[in-house]
T-cell receptor, first 113, second 113 residues
Framework: KQEVTQIPAALSVPEGENLVLNCSFTDSAIYNLQWFRQDPGKGLTSLLLIQSSQREQTSGRLNASLDKSSGRSTLYIAASQPGDSATYLCAVRRYSSASKIIFGSGTRLSIRP | EAGVTQFPSHSVIEKGQTVTLRCDPISGHDNLYWYRRVMGKEIKFLLHFVKESKQDESGMPNNRFLAERTGGTYSTLKVQPAELEDSGVYFC???????????FGPGTRLTVT
């Protein structure tokens, strides 16, 4: 059974800092890994999607890495801004059921001005 | 292009009542998914439609939940009768291909009192 764990559950940092959010998963046979952002009262916004054959993806100030062998992914946010405050969700899909996304419980990020 | 839409955005009902949630996927997306997040837990998969057929309904919690997608366009999720533990946020997502990127709607917040 695939389980996805995110640490920490909550994080508060001052504006301008670089930060790392962590995600671990128990089954390395993943189809892909995705990082989402959720703002209060809104849906999920996809930030980065890493296919199983890839090691990392970058978009602007965001960089996500994937290490399947260790069952880990990190989301790196550079030069954090108050607008980055949201809940960040890590999610994986398995080859055995690639249509089903398995989510972690999320990291609630707060950037202090 | 319009994204995934869900109606209503928020529903408050009493225990024992019936509620029907609606999801309109992105036009042309044959694949439609339902997920939910109950209090304090991670987002979990409920089921997957390919056009009007249920491809995977392994996440449906019990027979009080009925999902339909007549005509392969919009989908409804009915809860009858609702119980307190059904409270949470119900998300819908759609994708072109079964393993393709899923686009999420804003969710319906269901409160059962």
């Amino acid at each position: 059974k695939q389980e996805v764990t995110q640490i920490p559950a909550a994080l508060s940092v001052p504006e301008g800092e670089n930060l790392v959010l962590n995600c671990s998963f128990t089954d390395s046979a993943i189809y892909n890994l995705q990082w989402f952002r959720q703002d209060p009262g809104k849906g999920l916004t996809s930030l980065l999607l890493i296919q199983s054959s890839q090691r990392e993806q970058t978009s602007g100030r965001l960089n996500a890495s994937l290490d399947k062998s260790s069952g880990r992914s990190t989301l790196y946010i550079a030069a954090s801004q108050p607008g980055d405050s949201a809940t960040y969700l890590c999610a994986v899909r398995r080859y055995s059921s690639a249509s089903k996304i398995i989510f972690g419980s999320g990291t609630r990020l707060s950037i202090r001005p | 292009e319009a994204g995934v839409t869900q109606f209503p955005s928020h529903s408050v009902i009493e225990k024992g009542q019936t509620v029907t949630l609606r999801c309109d996927p992105i036009s042309g997306h044959d694949n439609l998914y339902w997920y939910r997040r109950v209090m304090g837990k991670e987002i979990k998969f409920l089921l997957h439609f390919v056009k009007e057929s249920k491809q995977d309904e392994s996440g449906m919690p019990n027979n009080r939940f009925l999902a339909e997608r007549t005509g392969g366009t919009y989908s409804t999720l009915k809860v009858q009768p609702a119980e307190l533990e059904d409270s949470g946020v119900y998300f819908c997502a759609s994708s072109q291909a079964g393993g393709g990127e899923q686009y999420f709607g804003p969710g319906t917040r269901l409160t059962v009192t």
